[in-house]
């Protein structure tokens, strides 16, 4: 019971309040720092691009640009990592 408050806790509202990054200790190294990273790039991005550059439709257009293909690329590499791992049958 105690160990569920705490997943709740991390998982629900930790995540409400940092825009959905939470630490999974079920997950690797790597994929957690990789998910962080993403994170912090997808929160300080806009406030960059707002504190450094005159704000116009041409740069927002770009912002909006660099998302998308940030998003295909992750979309493209999930695509052809479970078309390459997902070849057979679940065995439990």
Not at 17 to 41: A, K
């Amino acid at each position: 019971m105690g160990s569920h408050i705490i997943d709740i806790l991390l998982q629900g509202i930790w995540a409400s309040l940092t825009g959905g990054w939470f630490f999974d200790p079920n997950l690797g190294i790597f994929c957690n720092t990789f998910h962080f990273y993403l994170w912090m790039f997808l929160l300080a991005f806009p406030l960059i691009i707002h504190l450094t550059l005159e704000s116009s439709i041409g740069i927002w257009a770009i912002y909006c640009g660099v998302v998308a293909v940030l998003f295909s690329v992750l979309k493209f590499v999930n695509y052809h990592l479970h078309r390459m791992y997902d070849t057979g049958e679940l065995i439990q």
